[in-house]
């Protein structure tokens, strides 16, 4: 079991530091006017508790069950209002990478990128986001066991960095297993197995109560589960969870 490496996403917030994180935000840009709102409504609520947070919100939503669901505004329009988040709010941000050739102009805007739980195990992605330098969050694949990971974080420390680049700035995040069809669990075993990677490891308290694809042309899910979860979470032992 290797020793936590502590991740910076940003100037005062450290993943693995001595205070949980929160990534907290919509699950895509809607608008403008929408994200910016719910950028204050995080910032007010991270405030009350005293916790570092992230604002996150996807350009788009690549993975929708549906051909018809809304996806989100698009990479260009996306990255415009999450500058205008940062600007206005003073808040980190992070946001979804799908293809290894959005990297590098989504890392000119965000503090960290997040690797998708579907894309997990895509080498030429995890690869641009290591070479990229900036923090990078890769969600464990609901089709994945936990001891499966070492092989993520080590295609990760496999790759050359830029001249002064921090090696271990990778994040984990759980965000639930597969049980038979349209259900997860959380196994929170995964937790402490993958914390002995020497990396920070998030819980996913919402897509981890997700029933993908549960209701035909989209997911469903069982919300008020979500407390309970992520209460369980931290007290098994968490660098932060996902809202």
Known sequence: METIRPVTVSKGVVVGG??????????????????LAMARVVAREAAKVG???????SFDKANRTSHVSFRGLGLAEGLRILARVKAATGL?????????????????VVDLLQVPALLCRQ??????????????????GQFLAPW???NIVAKFRAVPRPRGAHADRLILIER????????????????????????PVIYDGTHSVQSPGGKGTRSGGDGHFAPPLLRAAMAVGCEGVFL
């Open 18 to 35: 001595r205070m949980p994180v929160l990534l907290m935000g919509p699950c895509v840009i809607e608008s403008e006017r929408h994200a």
């Open 148 to 150: 499966d990971c070492a």
């Open 92 to 108: 980190p941000v992070t946001t979804d990478v799908h293809e290894s050739g959005q990297v590098a102009e989504v890392a000119e």
């Open 51 to 57: 916790f570092p947070v992230v604002f996150k919100a």
């Open 176 to 199: 639930g297993t597969s049980f038979g069809y349209n259900t997860l669990v959380s196994d929170f075993r995964s937790l402490p197995i993958m914390r002995g990677f020497g990396v």
């Open 123 to 140: 080498t030429d992605l995890v690869d641009a986001c290591a070479r990229s330098g900036r923090a990078t969050s890769i969600k464990k």
